[in-house]
């Protein structure tokens, strides 16, 4: 962004004091006006056409597009008010992206952005609930895409996945900022979820405010496509109150559908491995998940409000007199096949640098290999006799076996090889 756009856009939005303190970003980056980005649209429209725009080229983590697009939610948030809750008194924390275990995770670092609304009780305002969404994607798809050959190598925007989600979290903060919650709100953009739930799983292992004080976890992911669909809730079985609390602020009209299960592939599984109630605000996957036509033009900005609304509403109930009964290990939602391949595990994997293997998170409560006895930390090395060298060849070895195979499992557990048998389910 020049000197002159980034005037235009100050005055436009009242944002003078957002850049001014930044001048490295004026002079190093260069990132699209956001007025002439967002032609007009307000609000969640606006934030969508943003994020979403050719020229931050997908935002994949660590590049400059994601750089472009983390000041961008920055200026949302010092407009709203909200207080930095990074890294040295700033909006960010770095997230190391390289990852063995998640070998296509881009070089470099990427960046969290964090703002905090402090909560209007006295009493309750040093717990806190996280409102988050990720907001890196594919950027040309070069790993990841499911676009045809005709469309290789083009621009991945990630309207619904997840502008969408970021319009959300930012709507919701609007909301909660003109009628405070008892608890204070840690307002989260993540960075390498696609890479495997990077910016997330940093966060919940390099924590900025105490885990302990941490009661909920709200994630925001794919909420673009609510008109004449339905709107799914995962991690409604996380805390015995959810289920209530989830159908009291349901918007009217869509389809609700809870599902139990504190796991999935987005960043609210971090959270809930740190006994952390979790709910994942979804409306489903479409023909243009992951490839270049997850386009604005396609986005439901009034389903994005509403859901924004819900998400304010659940939080504002986290107050006196209303705790959560954290329910661990819920089990997944049955499966009428879906996305799976096949042999299950149940294991949920860490992604952070390991020298060889794939690193447990946690195993899932009831699986096969809790079953077997693995356990959180263990470090698979092989299936069998084959070696695991990485999280691709975990998921390669799985693929080759099929529900009903027994498999000898090795793990590295407190520095020795350990093996158990497991029987592999079916997802």
């Known amino acids: 962004m020049r000197r002159y756009q980034v005037s235009r856009f100050l005055i436009a939005s009242g944002l003078t004091g957002v850049f001014a303190a ?9 990132c699209p006006d956001p ?44 407009q709203l008010g909200l207080k930095p809750a990074g890294e040295n008194g700033t909006w960010f924390q770095d997230v190391p992206l390289a990852s063995m275990a998640s070998p296509h995770a881009p070089p470099g670092t990427g960046r969290n952005v964090l703002a905090l609304l402090p909560g209007s009780d006295p009493a309750l305002r040093d717990e806190i609930v996280i409102i988050g969404a990720h907001y890196d994607h594919l950027g040309h798809g070069n790993f990841g895409s499911t676009a045809g050959p005709e469309e290789a190598g083009q621009i991945h925007n990630g309207a619904d996945d997840n502008a969408s989600g970021v319009a959300g979290m930012l709507a919701a903060a609007e909301l909660l900022v003109k009628n405070k919650p008892a608890r204070s709100v840690l307002f989260m953009a993540f960075t390498g979820e696609e ?7 940093h966060f919940a292992e390099n924590p900025l405010v105490p885990i302990a004080k ?21 991690g409604s079985g996380t805390a015995a109150e959810w289920p209530d609390l989830v159908r009291k602020h349901a918007p009217a009209g869509p389809v609700l559908t809870l599902n139990p299960d504190g796991y999935g592939a987005s960043d609210h599984t971090s959270f809930y491995l740190k006994d952390i109630p979790v709910l994942h605000f979804f409306t489903n996957v479409h023909g243009e998940y992951h490839n270049p036509r997850d386009d604005w033009q396609l986005i439901d900005v009034a389903g994005i409000e509403g859901v924004a609304k819900m998400v304010a509403g659940i939080t ?30 149940g294991t949920v994997p860490d992604m952070k640098p390991i020298e060889r293997g794939v690193k447990l998170m946690g195993v899932r409560e ?44 090795t793990v590295l557990r407190d520095g020795r090889e350990v093996a158990v048998t497991a029987t592999l389910g079916s997802r």
Not at 383 to 400: H, K, M, N, S
């Open 22 to 30: 930044s001048p490295a970003f004026v002079d190093a980056q260069s």
């Open 35 to 78: 007025v002439r980005a967002t032609e007009g649209a307000r609000g969640a429209a606006a934030v969508v056409r943003y994020l979403a725009s050719d020229a931050l080229e997908g935002r994949l983590a660590g590049s400059p597009g994601e750089r472009c697009a983390a000041d961008f939610i920055v200026a949302r948030f010092n």
């Open 195 to 201: 890479s495997g739930l990077l910016g997330s799983a």
């Open 214 to 234: 941490v009661r909920a976890m709200l994630n925001l992911d794919m909420v673009g496509r609510l008109s004449g669909g339905s709107l799914i809730v995962a």
């Open 316 to 345: 504002r109930d986290l107050g006196p007199g209303q705790s959560l009964t954290l329910v661990r290990g819920t089990p997944p939602q049955p499966s009428s096949g879906g996305r799976g391949y096949g042999a299950w595990l």
């Open 366 to 409: 009831g699986s096969p290999g809790e079953v077997a006895g693995l356990h959180a930390n263990d470090i698979i090395i092989r299936f069998d006799e084959d070696p695991i060298a990485d999280l691709q060849g975990y998921t390669d070895a799985l693929r080759a076996r099929k529900p009903g195979d027994k498999v000898r499992i």
